[in-house]
């Protein structure tokens, strides 16, 4: 059963920082790209980064690009997102999935909730202006 479970959210000012952490377990953790999505009032679901199991291939939203890295450790089974130079319109629920195993993530890949199975539960980040 696949579990994955999303922390670290906040409250920080406009210009802080924020790692949210996502805690897998329930499957072969070495063997799938781990994607971070959000979520902010009255908007959809929306890919942020995500990164693959072997390779360490990463991709990330364009608005997000020099300011977040994605990075895991395999040995921990937890992949993480470092936030910098957060801005308001980063506030959101921060989500942690698990794609299909087809899935590749690569610079350009399509990063949409549809090619995602399994979910974790939200995390809040509010950035405060």
């Known amino acids: 059963d696949v579990q994955l479970q999303a922390s670290g959210g906040g409250l920080v000012q406009a210009g802080g920082s924020l790692r949210l952490s996502c805690a897998a377990s329930?499957?072969?953790?070495?063997?799938?790209?781990i994607g971070w999505f959000r979520q902010a009032p009255g908007k959809e679901r929306e890919g942020v980064s995500c990164i693959n199991a072997r390779d360490g291939n990463t991709n990330y939203k364009d608005s997000v690009k020099g300011r977040f890295t994605i990075s895991r450790d395999n040995a921990k089974n937890t992949v993480y997102l470092q936030m910098s130079s957060l801005k308001p319109e980063d506030t959101a629920v921060y989500y942690c999935a698990a794609p299909d195993p087809m899935y590749y993530c690569d610079e350009g890949a399509r990063l949409d909730v549809i090619d995602f199975e399994s979910w974790g539960q939200g995390t809040q980040v509010t950035v405060s202006s």
């Open positions: 329930g499957f072969t953790f070495d063997d799938y790209t």
